[in-house]
């Protein structure tokens, strides 16, 4: 029954920031990843950035340094600060926490960024 919310998503311009809020329910594992994933029209779905329950954080390349997650294990949601957006991260974003060998997905959230 593990549920996830995303919340943030929207039309800005490039340059300008958004913050991404996933709200998660129905966890009862202390260990497991959740990440950010998006999925671009017409592509294939990538990791954008993952955090561990010990806080341990990953980066696609193409958002080192611009992006960052973090996660609040009193709440169990999980944050994506997205600044110095691009048009290239237009894409559906979508929450993700993985328990042992089981996925589970959010809805998404779309962030467009263009002129």
């Known amino acids: 029954q593990v549920q996830l919310v995303e919340s943030g998503g929207g039309l800005v311009q490039p340059g300008e920031s958004l913050r991404l809020s996933c709200a998660a329910s129905?966890?009862?594992?202390?260990?497991?990843?959740m990440g950010w994933y998006r999925q671009a029209t017409g592509k294939q779905r990538e990791l954008v950035a993952t955090?561990?329950?010990?806080?341990?954080?990953n980066y696609a390349d193409s958002v080192k340094g611009r992006f960052t997650i973090s996660r609040d294990s009193t709440k169990n949601t999980v944050d994506l600060q997205m600044n110095s957006l691009k048009p290239e991260d237009t894409a559906v974003y979508y929450c993700?926490?993985?328990?042992?060998?089981?996925?589970?997905w959010g809805q998404g959230t779309q962030v467009s960024v263009s002129s």
């Open positions: 993700n926490v993985l328990i042992g060998y089981a996925n589970f």
């Open positions: 129905g966890i009862i594992n202390n260990r497991y990843v």
């Open positions: 955090i561990t329950s010990g806080s341990s954080t």
